[in-house]
Every structure is written in C-alpha cells, then in structure tokens.
C-alpha cells in the first residue's frame, strides 16, 4: 500500500541551484512550479498522501527533498549534506519528520551523506562514495542501521548514486554501468531512464525525456506513468530527487 510521500515546491531561486556535472541552463521557475504540480499529482494519482514541506524561497535547491532524509523501516535518518549550501534544508525537512511521528536521528560531522546516494533494494542498501557523501558518512549510516546490509558504491561522474542506478520493482537495478560499479545492471536507452521511483506493485514514475526507456519497461509488463521534470533536469535532478516516500 502506498504511503507517505514528502515534497517541496521550487522557489523563485531555483534558477541558483547547484550543477556540477552540467553545463548551466537558465530555469523557468513558473515553468518549474507547474511542474512540480504535475509531479505531485502523479504520486496522488498513485494513492500516496502528500505532505508539503515548509516552503525554503531562500534554498535553490530546496525542492531536491530526497538528499535531507533516508527513511528505512520507519527511521529516518537526516543527513548531512556534503554541499554546505544545503545543509540549511534539513531543518525544516526534520520539523515535518517529527510532525509525522516518525523517529529521527541525524548524521554527524565529519560525516557527510546526500539522500541521492542511498537505493534501499530489499535488505541491501547502497550508497554511492561521491563528491557529497564521504566514507564517515556511509560508516555512520552503516552504524544506524543495524539490519541492513550496507553496500559502498564507487561512482564516476555523477553527482549521487541514484543519477546513475535505481531498482525495479522486482529489485532488478536499472543503470548505466560506466557509472557505477555494480554488476549485471539493465542499461536503459536514455540516460533519465536509470531514474525510476516504485510507487506501489508493478507501478512506477518516470522522467517523459526516456520514452524508449519507457516502452522498454513496459514490455516487462510495468505500469509506468511518465512525468516533464525538464526545468529540474537542467539542474542534475531526477524524478528520486523530488519527494520521500514512507511506507
């Protein structure tokens, strides 16, 4: 069943957000939000309950919400963003958390660790070395969650592990090889389709820029609804970015 679905809407700064694997393209904000509106309904559409994180006008990156938390088995674990510019955000992704009634503990420094480097596939985590979570980072997460087995990824040119790789239903990763060191992954036509989110059964949400992507996982007898989240690709986002989903 599905669950809990946390969001932020873009605000009129995100046009700033950080990019550090692209070249930088102007953002529409209007654009943006109306985009983020069709998002969301995808997710209601899918039966999940959005909650609307405080709005963050002087936070670019705000509605990046995936990188302040990681929810493993009704814990949440607030990060700490590698990029100190974020590290504003969690605050108020953290308010909503205990609002929620959802316990929390949070990663300490020297630790750094960005929610886009975390895939949970069953028992397994993964979690992408990168240039915003660091090895400290990945031990502490590692300490939290005792009954997980806890997998460190090294990446290649991407910003976080869930830019390269994600998990289908059936826990099949779906990504490109050359960026990620795992084994056996699906390696989809487009690049925006390694970026898949699971919301419920053999349903999921995809990026429209990966139709051949798409037709692909529907001949694996996938229901996939595809989403426009042109204006937050310009900033190295993906469909994972935008919302936490709590089962």
């Given amino acids: 069943m599905p669950g809990i679905a946390l969001v932020r809407k873009p605000g009129p700064r995100i046009s700033e957000g950080l990019v550090t694997h692209v070249k930088r393209e102007p953002v ?16 209601e559409g899918a039966g999940w309950q959005v909650h609307h994180v405080e709005a963050a006008d002087d936070l670019p990156d705000g509605p990046f919400v995936e990188d302040m938390v990681v929810v493993c088995d009704r814990l949440a674990v607030l990060t700490r963003p590698g990029a100190i510019e974020r590290r504003p955000e969690v605050d108020t992704v953290a308010a909503l958390v205990r609002e929620l009634g959802v316990k929390s503990v949070r990663i300490a420094r020297p630790g750094t ?4 480097d975390v895939l949970q596939v069953g028992r397994t985590v993964y979690v992408g070395r990168s240039g915003r979570t660091n090895d400290e980072g990945i031990t502490q997460l590692t300490a939290l969650l005792p009954e997980r087995q806890v997998v460190p990824v090294d990446l290649n040119g991407v910003l976080h592990l869930k830019s390269a790789v994600t998990a289908l239903p059936d826990g099949t990763l779906i990504g490109d090889p ?7 992954l699906l390696v989809p036509a487009e690049e925006s389709g390694a ?9 999921v949400l995809m990026a429209a820029s ?3 992507t798409c037709a692909m996982l529907q001949e694996r007898g996938l229901d996939v609804t595809l989403v426009d989240i042109s204006e937050f690709e310009k900033l190295e986002g993906c469909v994972t970015c935008l919302s936490v989903l709590i089962m």
């Fill in 178 to 184: 050359g960026r990620a060191d795992l084994p056996g």
């Fill in 28 to 43: 529409d904000h209007e654009r943006a939000l109306d985009q983020h509106g069709r998002y969301v309904a995808a997710l």
């Fill in 195 to 203: 970026h898949v989110v699971l919301l419920g059964g053999d349903h």
């Fill in 113 to 116: 660790l960005d929610g886009g």
């Fill in 210 to 212: 990966a139709p051949r």
